[in-house]
């Protein structure tokens, strides 16, 4: 199954708004009450990429294929969903099924718009959902202790295992998301292991107004200051504006975002910092058929990479031949990559880098 990104929040922040932007459609039901979503939307979405468009110029291909992420917009979130209050467990499981976060967070006024805790606080919604998510977890981790503690009497061995199990479950109890420990320590480690919802990685997206698109104001620099200590990240978004665009064409979009003094385009924005977030990368291939972005988790390797286009590439994996991004633009065609010595030969040991423009050779 793909990667997907988990659109979370309490109810009425603009979630379902926001899924219908990326998706460009109406699928979610967008309403002024909390619980309008119950099931969950998905949305598979194109990555942008103009990379795709150049590549395909050169060489003349008659069609192009962009990288694709998943998006799953969950059931709002409100006090004591862990406790089973609101759609609270339906929030939780579906949270859990994702493999990254993206907490959208309400930082506007609008008397129209009715706010589940009554006016819009940006910091206080996300500890609420903070603090839900933790005690989940908390309930989780204590069944591990219990099983831990047992695995220890029998094995000495296990001790630190179960120390550092406690370390957790006092940062939790503290406030402290999982996903605050580094990746490789034994607190990460259990983390992963338990399948934590605070460990999963974060994006908290500023739902902004009109005034805030180009200059956000006091609520949203609040979410960014925030996310900053937490070494998350976040984005600021005017979902109402954005939802607008779907439907319409590219050329209505743009003529749009210029009447609104939208100098870049917040989905797209969205869009690249969920496809980083859940460590995936982008290779490329072109041809007179078509130019295609793939999509492979950071680390993999030449073969592996092969695969995800057929699997026969991966099991008879000869070499790739690999030029990157920047030097097919200078020099624009094979022969003239070829004659500067651009082109690099490389075995099953390559670790795949960003923007690579591939050919793999291999044993039928």
Same mark, same amino acid.
């Given at each position: 199954?793909?990667?997907?990104?988990?659109?979370?929040?309490?109810?009425?922040?603009?979630?379902?708004?926001?899924?219908?932007?990326?998706?460009?459609?109406?699928?979610?039901?967008?309403?002024?009450?909390?619980?309008?979503?119950?099931?969950?939307?998905?949305?598979?979405?194109?990555?942008?990429?103009?990379?795709?468009?150049?590549?395909?110029?050169?060489?003349?291909?008659?069609?192009?294929?962009?990288?694709?992420?998943?998006?799953?917009?969950?059931?709002?979130?409100?006090?004591?969903?862990?406790?089973?209050?609101?759609?609270?467990?339906?929030?939780?499981?579906?949270?859990?099924?994702?493999?990254?976060?993206?907490?959208?967070?309400?930082?506007?006024?609008?008397?129209?718009?009715?706010?589940?805790?009554?006016?819009?606080?940006?910091?206080?919604?996300?500890?609420?959902?903070?603090?839900?998510?933790?005690?989940?977890?908390?309930?989780?981790?204590?069944?591990?202790?219990?099983?831990?503690?047992?695995?220890?009497?029998?094995?000495?061995?296990?001790?630190?295992?179960?120390?550092?199990?406690?370390?957790?479950? #006092?940062?939790?109890? =503290? +406030? /402290?998301?999982?996903?605050?420990?580094?990746? *490789?320590?034994?607190? &990460? @480690? $259990?983390?992963?292991?338990?399948?934590?919802?605070?460990?999963?990685?974060?994006?908290?997206?500023?739902?902004?107004?009109?005034?805030?698109?180009?200059?956000?104001?006091?609520?949203?620099?609040?979410?960014?200051?925030?996310?900053?200590?937490?070494?998350?990240?976040?984005?600021?978004?005017?979902?109402?504006?954005?939802?607008?665009?779907?439907?319409?064409?590219?050329?209505?979009?743009?003529?749009?975002?210029?009447?609104?003094?939208?100098?870049?385009?917040?989905?797209?924005?969205?869009?690249?910092?969920?496809?980083?977030?859940?460590?995936?990368?982008?290779?490329?291939?072109?041809?007179?058929?078509?130019?295609?972005?793939?999509?492979?988790?950071?680390?993999?390797? #030449?073969?592996?990479? =092969? +695969? /995800?286009?057929?699997?026969?590439?991966?099991? *008879?994996?000869?070499? &790739? @031949? $690999?030029?990157?991004?920047?030097?097919?633009?200078?020099?624009?065609?094979?022969?003239?990559?070829?004659?500067?010595?651009?082109?690099?030969?490389?075995?099953?040991?390559?670790?795949?880098?960003?923007?690579?423009?591939?050919?793999?050779?291999?044993?039928?």
């Amino acid at each position: 199954m793909a990667l997907s990104c988990g659109i979370v929040g309490l109810p009425n922040v603009g979630k379902s708004t926001i899924f219908n932007a990326l998706t460009r459609s109406a699928q979610a039901l967008a309403a002024n009450y909390p619980f309008a979503t119950i099931e969950p939307n998905i949305g598979e979405v194109p990555v942008p990429d103009p990379r795709l468009g150049v590549l395909a110029r050169l060489s003349s291909s008659a069609k192009i294929v962009p990288a694709t992420m998943r998006f799953v917009d969950i059931a709002g979130l409100v006090r004591g969903a862990s406790r089973g209050q609101g759609l609270g467990n339906a929030f939780l499981s579906h949270i859990r099924e994702t493999d990254a976060i993206a907490m959208v967070v309400r930082c506007f006024e609008d008397g129209n718009v009715t706010h589940v805790e009554g006016d819009p606080d940006p910091l206080r919604d996300i500890e609420i959902v903070d603090i839900e998510m933790s005690l989940a977890d908390l309930a989780s981790l204590q069944k591990r202790r219990d099983k831990l503690q047992r695995e220890v009497r029998a094995n000495p061995k296990e001790a630190p295992r179960l120390e550092a199990l406690d370390r957790l479950i #006092a940062a939790l109890e =503290a +406030g /402290k998301p999982a996903r605050a420990f580094p990746p *490789g320590s034994p607190e &990460a @480690e $259990i983390a992963r292991e338990s399948f934590l919802l605070s460990a999963k990685p974060m994006l908290y997206v500023a739902n902004v107004d009109e005034a805030q698109i180009e200059r956000p104001g006091p609520m949203a620099r609040a979410v960014f200051e925030h996310a900053k200590r937490e070494n998350s990240r976040a984005i600021s978004f005017n979902g109402k504006i954005e939802s607008e665009f779907a439907g319409m064409s590219d050329e209505d979009v743009e003529m749009f975002r210029s009447d609104y003094g939208i100098t870049s385009g917040g989905l797209d924005r969205l869009i690249v910092e969920a496809y980083d977030l859940l460590g995936l990368m982008t290779f490329l291939t072109t041809g007179e058929d078509e130019t295609r972005a793939w999509t492979i988790e950071k680390g993999t390797k #030449a073969p592996q990479a =092969a +695969g /995800k286009i057929h699997t026969d590439i991966e099991r *008879g994996f000869i070499r &790739a @031949e $690999i030029v990157s991004y920047a030097d097919y633009v200078t020099y624009e065609t094979m022969d003239a990559i070829r004659a500067a010595g651009k082109l690099r030969s490389e075995g099953k040991d390559y670790v795949m880098q960003e923007g690579d423009v591939v050919e793999f050779r291999f044993n039928v």
